[in-house]
């Protein structure tokens, strides 16, 4: 996936097959923004930042967790950083370097979405809602009865005006208010 910050270029690649320190990588970077763990992380992402198709760094990123996706919701592009869902964790880099500003455990298994709410961000996970605020400090955490997806992966995640919606695997609808209190 390639997005646009103003001036520069940022590429999302999967990358599940990079083994720090291995000469075997497809793709060598210059960060490497792993958290400390004994596991193999199920989700790899790569990151590269360009000017006018000028490589200016590169950076990869992983945690434990549930696996996932690259898509049009897995990030946000800022104007001076992007925020990235990888497995279980939230990460913040900044743009260009591709530093590593911040990271958060936003969920116990998988980070699927990522949303702006005023200054914060909406996480919507497999086990929990979360609102971390830019920092990416967590304000609440919610979860529900069972995973918050439904079978058919479809019209399980909504965000209003007045309220987060969620639904679980078996069908039940989660309301939970900007300050993480649940409404229904």
């Keep these: ?22 000469t075997d990588n497809l793709i060598s970077y210059e960060k490497i ?3 400390e763990s004994e596991y193999i992380f199920p989700t790899k992402i790569g990151l590269k930042a360009s000017k006018n198709e000028k490589g200016i ?9 549930g ?3 690259i898509h049009q919701n897995s990030q946000i592009i800022e104007k001076d ?17 591709l530093d590593l500003i911040w990271k958060t455990q936003a969920d116990q298994a ?8 005023n200054e914060s961000y909406i996480i919507h996970g497999e086990m929990e809602i979360s609102r971390l605020n830019l ?28 309220y ?3 639904t679980d695997w078996e069908n039940r609808t989660y309301k939970f208010d900007y300050n993480g209190m649940l409404i229904e």
Excluded at 81 to 97: A, G, M, T, Y
Excluded at 142 to 148: E, N, R, Y
């Design 67 to 69: 696996g996932t996706g």
């Design 1 to 22: 996936m390639i997005t646009k910050s103003g001036t520069y270029t940022i590429e999302l690649i999967k990358d599940e097959n990079y083994s720090e320190n291995s």
């Design 33 to 35: 923004h792993f958290m």
């Design 110 to 117: 998988s980070c699927f979405e990522i949303f702006k709410f």
């Design 164 to 166: 987060i919606k969620a």
């Design 81 to 97: 950083r992007i925020i990235v869902c990888c497995s279980d964790s939230v990460f913040c880099l900044s743009i260009p370097n």
């Design 135 to 162: 920092n990416g400090e967590v304000m609440w955490k919610k979860s529900g009865a069972d995973i918050f997806t439904t079978e058919k992966g479809t019209d399980d995640f909504e965000i209003t005006e007045s």
């Design 57 to 65: 760094s590169s950076a990869i990123i992983g945690s434990i967790g």
